[in-house]
Nanobody
Framework: QVQLVESGGGLVQPGGSLRVSCAAS????????MGWYRRVPGKERELVAT???????NYADSVKGRFTISRDNAKNTVYLQMNSLKFEDTAVYYC??????????????WGQGTQVTVSS
């Protein structure tokens, strides 16, 4: 079982920056991916960025060049540095962990979300 706690959301002006963090506790398997998804009212939850245990990253086209995902394995924490924020980045940001056991069974966990609002 894994618990995820997000922090760092808030209100920021267009062009500003925020860093959100997600701390994971519980049993983290060797093969895993941590990432961020976001949701706005009326839209499906969408992937923002992911980073695997091997360090491979993936970003949504809309955030490439502006957002950077990283992780601290010693702290079981994933970060999302968000720069050059736009109005359309306003959303609830959710931390996600996917992991695979040695038997290839996979598990998925979600945080409660942290609000990011970009507004003048």
């Amino acid at each position: 079982q894994v618990q995820l706690v997000e922090s760092g959301g808030g209100l920021v002006q267009p062009g500003g920056s925020l860093r959100v963090s997600c701390a994971a506790s519980g049993t983290i398997f060797r093969n895993n991916a941590m990432g961020w998804y976001r949701r706005v009212p009326g839209k499906e939850r969408e992937l923002v960025a992911t980073i695997t245990s091997g360090g491979s990253t993936n970003y949504a086209d809309s955030v490439k060049g502006r957002f950077t995902i990283s992780r601290d394995n010693a702290k079981n924490t994933v970060y999302l540095q968000m720069n050059s924020l736009k109005f359309e980045d306003t959303a609830v940001y959710y931390c996600n962990v996917k992991q695979w056991s040695v038997t290839a069974t996979w598990y998925e966990y979600w945080g409660q979300g942290t609000q990011v609002t970009v507004s003048s």
